[in-house]
């Protein structure tokens, strides 16, 4: 068995005239939480849904779980759980009825109960999924995706209408999947969401990966110039530095105590990120 | 890790000798969750299961006017042509409309992601299709005897009738309606699309006017299509011998109908077979 949960090499997909994947490389161990950013438009939705077999590529070599996803049979699909971005279905039965009703699709499923009160809706399990709001009917889709206890689950979008408390639990859910081992693969506009989950990020840009890595050091972050600010009588002070141990030291000397006021920040993830996708177009 | 997750069988994974449900039982669990979908959702429930039977109450009600044939009234010829309308309305109009929202609600999308043997689905849809046409049929029937006086078949070769146009028009009418369910480009599309067409085939081919009374060329146009000889089979059960007389042809036709069901069956596999598709189309 590889190691390797999701390889692609060269992956390309056309819609008409209009390139949305243009040779996209991608490795993705199996145990690591891998999110995909970039902007709308950038290909991140039609990467995944080739990876999930729900689309056809036009050209590139792709192999998830070992298999190719355009052949891969009932067992391979028995081994993921998908999460699709803007599901309606379902409305007439209870969370109940349907979280119940896929569980039997699988031949290891997760304790649908079980499943229902590790999404938070416990207290809604027998209303109508048409009755749910927003955020409380994108829990049951997670609950769809995990109830199958996947080996790898794919994520499109997933905290899309929540509410801040929901993302923490939603959260916190992903990290309990992944200490389980659980491969995950989430598309998110959210950088703190990918900051908090991801042990890895790749940004994709225009059909291309532009960058992957750590959150912490990618495309060069850590190494980025950082910037030291502080207060003084005459109004807040700020310096550009790469190295900012230095000038702390140096305030030290100056101050008596208490730097007033000090921070020391380095560029977020999303300046990291603005800067990446400012490049390509 | 202070939480735990609900069951999941631990140790080694065994080396794929995973045990997926049959294609048989998920049909079946398919089958009576679209039934429950099916009698949940008002829209659907109203307009395919009970306007046949309202239809048949109401103008059944106002053509009590003999056909100038001893013992036979207008609304006999109704309650058979409602039965052939019956049929075509819980298979035809039901999949037509229900694979339209399914395609547009993300259902066969999730489905298709889900480890599912293509045919659960279908066999679900047969299921709920053949529930729902036979208390139609049913409810039509019992309107018909205890409101129009209809006689139920006395002769086994009458059931035999009733049961081979049933069972040939829900066939054939079940495959067009999954062929026709992928056509309309929006769930509101489905009426223009799915609706209106199915409402001028009934009046074309003698649902709610004697087919005698219905123009040529529009006869010509109805005998295309199956609903045309399902009602003229419905006739051949539920009329008494005698009305044979109001056929233009003068007779059944019985092999004719049996013949042009037969072909729609095929027909319809055909159409269904080349146009579903549970992906989104790329454009």
Partial sequence: MSDSA??????????????????????????????????????????????????????????????????????????????????????????????????????????????????????????????????????????????????????????????PEARRQFWSLISLLADEGTTIVLTTHYLDEAEALASRVGVIAGGRVVAVGEPATLAGRAEAEATVSWSTPGGERRVKTPAPTRVVAELMAQFDGEIPDLTVTRPTLEDTYLGLIGEQS | MTATLPTRPTGIRPVETVRLPSAGRLALKRGALELKGFFRTKSQFIVIFSLPAIMLMLLGAMTKSRMGVPGVTGAQLLTAGMIGAGIMSTSFQNLGINIT?????????????????????????????????????????????????????????????????????????????????????????????????????????????????????????????????????????????????????????????????GIWCLLGLLLCLRSFRWTARDS
């Fill in chain 1, 6 to 163: 999701v390889r692609v090499r060269e992956l390309r997909k056309k819609y008409g005239d209009v390139t949305a994947v243009d040779g996209i490389d991608l490795e993705i161990a199996r145990g690591e939480v891998f999110a995909l950013l970039g902007p709308n438009g950038a290909g991140k939705t039609t990467t995944v849904e080739i990876l999930e077999g729900h689309r056809r590529r036009d050209g590139g070599e792709v192999s998830v779980l070992g298999e190719d996803p355009g052949r891969a049979g009932r067992v391979w699909r028995s081994k993921l759980g998908i999460v699709l971005q803007s599901a309606t279905d379902a409305a007439e039965f209870t969370v109940r009825e349907t979280v119940n009703h896929f569980a039997s699709y699988f031949p290891r499923p997760r304790d649908p109960e079980s499943v229902i009160e590790l999404v938070g809706l416990s207290a809604k399990a027998d209303a109508r999924v048409r009755s749910l709001s927003g955020g409380q009917r994108r829990r049951v889709d997670v609950a769809l995706g995990v109830v199958g206890s996947p080996e790898l689950l794919f994520l499109d979008e997933p905290t899309t209408g929540f509410d």
């Fill in chain 2, 101 to 261: 929202l399914e395609r547009h609600d993300g259902t066969l999308k999730r489905l298709y992601g889900m480890p599912m043997p293509r045919m659960a689905y279908f066999g679900g849809k047969i299921i709920q299709v053949l529930v729902c046409m036979l208390a139609e049929v049913a409810l039509l029937v019992a309107v018909g005897v205890l409101m129009f006086g209809v006689q139920l078949p006395t002769t086994f070769d009458r059931w035999l009738t009733f049961g081979w146009v049933l069972l040939l028009g829900g066939i054939a009418c079940t495959f067009l309606g999954i062929a026709v369910g992928s056509l309309p480009k929006s769930t509101r599309g489905a009426n223009a699309v799915i609706t209106l067409p199915f409402l001028i085939v009934q009046f074309c081919s003698g649902v709610y006017i004697p087919f005698a009374d219905v123009p040529g060329f529009l006869q010509i146009f109805a005998s295309i299509f199956p609903l045309k000889w399902m009602t003229q089979g419905m006739r051949s059960v539920f009329m008494p011998e005698h009305a044979v007389a109001l056929e233009p042809t003068g007779t059944w036709q019985l092999p004719m109908v049996a013949l042009v069901l």
